[in-house]
């Protein structure tokens, strides 16, 4: 296991002990716990197929997509306080996951679902931009104390980020082996790098909070 | 479906450009945010501002009612009260000789100097009745009250032709005036005590001066505010009250001036 993998890890696992530590910490962080386990999960399966049985692995994503798409969409209902927003949050939610288990009983659960993990980006990203202008404002707190703020840049900077590499990565990884490995490592391992980082700035954000009450 | 080199590298390109434009987009919510965190903390300062003003004010009007009705009763009750004793002393057989004449005489001079002294307070504590004659004349009389004691020797001068404020800012520069020359019997010691009222087109200034010890401004009214110099605090919330400006100058051993400014909008004679 590459060192970017293993901090990937490293990060994650520090993100479901704040989770758990601090899952009252404020609205929405509560479902966080959910997002982070079902993400070490994935990642635990993946690890057993891929190195120890040597078996394909990419069904996973079949499933932990639609799933992680319905926690940030939980998350999102939890932080958003426009009502228009929230109707249309619960229902990209209803539609992405037909369409997306469409997409893949076509596709026999085979290959990456990088379409969907895209169309999952692209709401992501509209939810984020949008959450980022509509914060509610009301105590004297700059915006960097706000976990919501991590939490939404985190997002916007990781989808972005991944969004050529989803597009293209079915076909390097049976095209182009080593450039797929490269891009991975390069650039999914080290974006989710980010995007736990920032993740734990966000739960750290409200003990800073407190102690700076 | 296959790519060529050059369509990776341009959606290479294409995402790294999304990146850079979001974190842009990023930038620019941050910036919003602080525009809007800006203007709720000035909106909240505005209320508290508007709050603490209204809070002030109902505590004057409750203070000046209550003041009034304290003069009202000692003038109606506990005045009615010596003037009929007076009465009765009056009515006394004039046949008295020796101790008891002197002793009753004595009782007389002072029954007259209470009643004297209870109108006074009465009238003092009835600012508004005072102030129909308008306010240097009022204090004029807080200024007589002040010279019968005989500690401190007092001078009022005005300058320019006399412009009638708002009744309420009347009433509250007078109470100012009140505060301050309290101040100076109480703590300053002082020997002399000058009051200068200056009308100039479109203001007035109000100037208390006395001679006495003097203190440390800084010592007493701290940045902050707070209870130490709470009867000064008093004076500048009440003048910011009446859109007035208060200015304390003060030193150890070199007496104090208090300085007021009020803009007059619409001057009468």
């Known amino acids: ?213 | 479906m296959s790519y060529s080199d050059e369509e990776i590298y341009l959606a290479a390109v294409s995402t790294a450009t999304l990146m850079v434009f979001l974190a842009g987009v990023v930038g620019f919510a941050i910036f919003k945010y602080q525009q809007r965190l800006q203007i709720h903390l000035r909106e909240i300062a505005e209320m508290k501002a508007a709050y603490e003003s209204e809070l002030l004010r109902s505590q004057l009007e409750m203070q000046e009612q209550t003041l009034q009705t304290v003069g009202r009763e000692l003038h109606d009750n506990l005045g009615q009260v010596l003037s009929l004793m007076k009465i009765n002393l009056n009515t006394l057989p004039d046949g008295l000789e020796g101790k008891t004449a002197e002793k009753l005489g004595r009782t007389k001079d002072l029954l007259n100097r209470a009643i004297a002294d209870l109108r006074g307070l009465s009238k003092s504590l009835n600012a508004e009745n005072r102030l129909k004659a308008g306010l240097p004349t009022a204090i004029g009389h807080e200024l007589d009250a002040v010279r019968k004691t005989g500690v401190v020797d007092v001078t009022l001068g005005v300058r320019g032709t006399e412009q009638r404020l708002d009744p309420r800012q009347e009433l509250i520069l007078f109470r100012i005036v009140q505060e301050t020359l309290n101040n100076a019997l109480k703590h300053a010691q002082a020997k002399n005590i000058a009051v200068s009222l200056e009308y100039s087109v479109g203001a007035l200034n109000l100037t208390v001066a006395d001679d006495g010890v003097g203190f440390d401004l800084a010592q007493v009214l701290p940045p902050t505010g707070g209870e130490q110099g709470s009867g000064l605090s008093n004076i500048q919330n009440r003048a910011r009250l009446i859109g007035a400006e208060a200015r304390i100058r003060s030193a150890a051993g070199q007496g104090t001036v208090t300085t007021l400014s009020i803009p007059i909008s619409h001057p009468t004679a």
Not at chain 1, 22 to 38: D, I, Q
Not at chain 1, 80 to 105: D, G, M, P
Not at chain 1, 107 to 134: A, D
């Open chain 1, 1 to 213: 296991m590459s060192i970017g993998k293993t901090i990937y890890l490293f990060l994650l696992g520090v993100c479901c002990a704040l989770a758990l530590n601090r899952r009252n910490s404020g609205p929405g962080l509560r479902v966080m716990p959910y997002l982070f386990f079902a993400s070490f999960a994935t990642e635990i399966i993946v690890l057993i197929f891929f190195n120890l049985l040597h078996k394909p692995y990419l069904w996973i994503y079949h499933l932990y997509i639609p799933i992680e798409f319905s926690l940030y969409s939980i998350y999102f209902l939890l932080v958003t306080q426009s009502a228009f927003q929230r109707r249309i949050i619960q229902l990209a939610v209803v539609a992405f996951i037909l369409v997306s288990l469409s997409y893949s009983w076509k596709v026999n659960f085979e290959g990456f679902p990088g379409l969907i993990y895209n169309l999952e980006g692209l709401f992501l990203i509209w939810w984020s931009i949008t959450q980022l202008f509509t914060i509610n404002i009301s105590m004297d707190v700059p915006i960097i104390r706000l976990p919501v703020f991590w939490i939404c840049f985190g997002i916007l900077l990781f989808h972005s980020g991944i969004f050529f590499v989803n597009f293209v990565y079915n076909h390097l990884s049976v095209n182009r082996v080593g450039l797929a490995k490269q891009l991975n490592q390069l650039i999914i391992t080290n974006l989710n790098c980010l995007l736990y980082i920032f993740f734990v700035v966000a739960f750290l954000c409200p003990i800073r909070m407190k102690k700076s009450i």
